[in-house]
């Protein structure tokens, strides 16, 4: 079967991809090929009752599927160049913004209108922050929350489906180069392409390295941020979170020099599990829809690893710190703050006993057993630190989930189009480990898009 463009993932970067090329040229015929299932079609089967942690099914609907990584995400769609990615260094800083703000008006066409935008601009708590050895980064975020950002996925698919052929449930086994263009494998049948755009996300990272080495594409990998989300009472961060939102605060630590940063944050919002290749690491994300918040708020903080040379597997260091997680409590380990500064393990009677009812089933155990000395003791310094902007964050019952894992995947080597030494095959979103977030991700599908489109 022949195509026109062929896009590989239905994440933000392959829909936006898909929804731009059907804006500007309507008569190309273009098919999206997903690991996954259809939106509809993806339940995470953990019910807190009967299923109480992941299983590991054949393809995870949180990871995968139409909307990819992102469809149950908290939708916070950051609008900035300080985070979320490195577009900027290929397409420039103004360029990206407008990527991004152009994705910020589709979404909320798509359903997103009324939700509300937060903005660093002229915020007290920068000095406030500062004050305290902290940096607050500047940025935008939309915040869609889980049940608008599934709406927008709905009402993108409805505008699409008939434009575009979705082929669901069809992972993409190989891309080879064929006469004027491409060849694209899939388990029982092989399609044909001018132009491919891949956009695999994290979940197909692995799959990426190896399209890079059969295609002979040059990448470079050193980075993975290890760290633990912190869960603790809404009240706590309710003077940041109610003004900004989400606040990426960044800290340098004084005993290694080392760089601390929250990530993600969510406020009333809930912790959950996360499986990536088969390993279960913790996130978060929260509703937009007040009758489904929660007390608590949650976030991550990271220790950002680089590794020099001869050491090249960053991400097979994560790895290996998330399955000693997973080998001890089976799973994500819960710890209280107190019990991790006195050196003891959390038990659940301990965790019972707190103030503060954790949002997600992990196993109360010893954080200290399974993260390194050196990022342990960043973390422990940042929540330090912290608790003089936020009192509270260094309480006794401050529940730590471990372990929190930001891979990045190798950064494939592409031009200022995205277009790799191939011409025509594209590698875009979290998949070319240029960007690591919704807008980035959908703003690098915009652009791979009008650069076909004008040709
Ligand atoms: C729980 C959670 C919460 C998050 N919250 C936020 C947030 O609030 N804000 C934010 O900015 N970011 C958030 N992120 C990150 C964000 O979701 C990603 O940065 C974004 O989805 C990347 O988009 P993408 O299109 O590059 O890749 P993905 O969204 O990962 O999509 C890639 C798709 O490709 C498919 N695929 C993989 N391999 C193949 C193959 N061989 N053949 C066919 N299909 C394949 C996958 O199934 C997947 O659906 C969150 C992530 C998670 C997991």
Redesign the pocket.
């Known amino acids: 079967m022949n195509y026109d463009v062929i896009i590989?993932?239905?994440?933000?970067?392959?829909?936006f991809a898909a929804y731009e090329l059907m804006q500007r040229r309507p008569e190309l015929k273009v098919a999206v090929?997903?690991?996954?299932h259809a939106l509809e079609k993806r339940h995470c089967p953990i019910d807190g009752e009967k299923i109480k942690s992941c299983i590991g099914c054949k393809?995870c609907s949180?990871?995968?599927?139409?909307?990819?990584?992102?469809a149950?995400?908290?939708?916070?769609?950051?609008i900035t160049n300080d985070f979320?990615g490195t577009l900027h260094e290929y397409i420039g800083k103004k360029h990206a913004l407008e990527l991004m703000q152009y994705v910020d008006e589709i979404n909320l066409r798509f359903g997103g209108e009324g939700t509300k935008l937060y903005s660093t601009a002229g915020t007290r708590f920068k000095t406030l922050c500062i004050q305290h050895d902290l940096h607050l980064l500047d940025a935008s975020v939309r915040h869609l929350g889980t049940d608008i950002n599934y709406i927008v996925l709905q009402n993108l698919y409805a505008w699409l489906k008939d434009k575009v052929d979705f082929f669901f449930d069809?992972?993409?086994?190989s891309v080879e180069i064929a006469e004027n263009g491409y060849e694209i494998l899939c388990a029982d049948a092989a399609y044909h392409c001018g132009e491919c755009i891949i956009?695999?996300?994290?979940?197909?990272s692995k799959?990426m390295e190896s399209v890079c080495r059969s295609l002979d594409i040059p990448t470079k990998s050193n980075r993975v941020d290890i760290g633990v989300r912190v869960e603790l009472p809404a009240a706590v961060f309710a003077h940041l979170t109610d003004e900004l939102y989400e606040s990426k605060i960044v800290y340098r630590t004084e005993k290694y020099g080392d760089k601390v940063r929250t990530f993600?944050m969510n406020p009333k919002g809930a912790v959950?599990t996360?499986n990536t290749n088969g390993i279960i690491t913790v996130?978060?994300?929260s509703y937009e829809d007040p009758a489904r918040q929660t007390e608590n708020t949650n976030f991550a903080l990271l220790v950002a690893k680089h590794f020099s040379e001869p050491f090249k597997d960053s991400n097979g260091y994560g790895e290996s710190i998330a399955r000693l997680s997973n080998m001890l409590g089976g799973g994500v380990i819960v710890q209280r703050f107190g019990d991790l500064i006195r050196g003891r393990r959390s038990t659940p009677d301990r965790i019972e006993e707190a103030f503060i009812t954790p949002t997600l089933n992990a196993t109360p155990g010893d954080l200290s057993l399974v993260l390194p000395k050196r990022l342990l003791d960043g973390i422990i310094e940042m929540i330090y630190a912290l608790d003089k902007v936020a009192p509270g964050t260094a309480n006794d019952d401050t529940l730590l989930y471990g372990v929190e894992v930001k891979f990045y995947n190798m950064e494939v080597e592409v031009s200022d189009k995205l277009e790799c030494r191939h011409k025509g095959l594209y590698i875009?979103?979290?998949?070319s480990g240029i960007?690591?977030?919704?807008?980035?991700?959908?703003a690098s599908?915009v652009l791979v898009a009008r650069d076909i489109a004008s040709r």
Do not use: Q
Not at 9 to 15: K, L, T
Not at 199 to 204: A, D, I, P, Q
């Open positions: 590989v993932g239905a994440g933000p970067g392959g829909i090929f997903e690991a996954g393809s949180i990871m995968s599927g139409f909307g990819g990584a992102g149950f995400s908290d939708g916070k769609y950051n979320g069809t992972p993409v086994v956009s695999v996300g994290r979940s197909g799959w993600c959950v996360e996130n978060g994300h875009i979103g979290d998949g960007t690591h977030s919704l807008s980035h991700a959908s599908g």
